[in-house]
């Protein structure tokens, strides 16, 4: 079975554009969260989507926004670009909404911001 | 809010010698509590977990105990390998609002 598939792995973008991550879950996963990886520290909680609905979303600013699709792969957005939003973004998939079950991590896209 | 502290690091230990990476966490109502491992250039992976306070999560010879009158996660193993070399998350989750991590304790194996 295949696992949580993010793409692209690797992403430079200027100041101020705008980017857009995907996530595939693993299949019959209908949980979907985003976590942001700065160097050298421990995850932060972005967004989690179940369902195709917003569940929680972490203390990030407006600019970041997600969906979920009925196929249950998902779409994390960044809009103005700063280099603080340089970091590594993970997605999360899990069975339920609650996280009892544990979450699948996929390998995560590298964002660079010039 | 929610919150976890873990021992910093590096942590340099030789190998076949004994492991410890201390967890304690903040937390309203009764979480569930997990170890992450990451490996250099890789994404996270579930190591183990448990869900109520006195269950035991155990994986490739890692163990941890949830124990919730002293609000810790330890981790350990007996005899530690080269291989064991990365960096470990400890974690909880208590509702919709995702994961809390610690910051990452870097596990540094030698010879």
């Known amino acids: 079975d295949a696992g949580v598939t993010q793409s692209p792995t690797h992403l430079i973008k200027t100041r101020g554009q705008h980017v857009t991550l995907r996530c595939s879950p693993i299949?019959?996963?209908?949980?979907v969260s985003w976590y942001q990886q700065v160097l050298g520290q421990g995850p932060q909680f972005i967004f989690q989507?179940?369902?195709?609905?917003?569940?929680g979303r972490g203390n990030f600013p407006d600019r970041f926004s997600a969906r979920q699709f009925p196929n249950y792969s998902s779409e994390l957005n960044v809009n103005a670009l700063l280099l603080g939003d340089s970091a590594l973004y993970l997605c999360a998939s899990s069975l339920g909404s609650l996280g009892d079950y544990g979450y699948t991590f996929g390998s995560g896209t590298r964002l660079t911001v010039v | 809010g929610d919150s976890v502290t873990q021992m910093e690091g590096p942590v340099t230990l030789s190998e076949e010698a004994f492991l410890t990476i201390n967890c304690t966490y903040t937390a309203t109502g009764y979480p569930s509590l997990f170890w992450y491992v990451q490996y250099p250039g890789e994404g996270l992976q579930l190591l183990l977990k448990?869900?109520?306070?006195?269950d035991k999560g155990s994986n490739k010879g890692f163990e941890a105990t949830y124990r919730k009158e002293t609000t810790s996660f330890h981790l350990e193993k007996g005899s530690v390998q080269v291989s064991d070399s990365a960096v470990y998350f400890c974690?909880?989750?208590?509702?919709?609002?995702?994961?809390?991590f610690g910051k990452g304790t870097h596990l540094i194996i030698q010879p």
């Open positions: 989507y179940y369902e195709k609905e917003e569940r």
């Open positions: 299949s019959g996963h209908k949980s």
């Open positions: 974690a909880l989750v208590g509702g919709a609002d995702g994961l809390t």
């Open positions: 448990a869900t109520k306070a006195d």
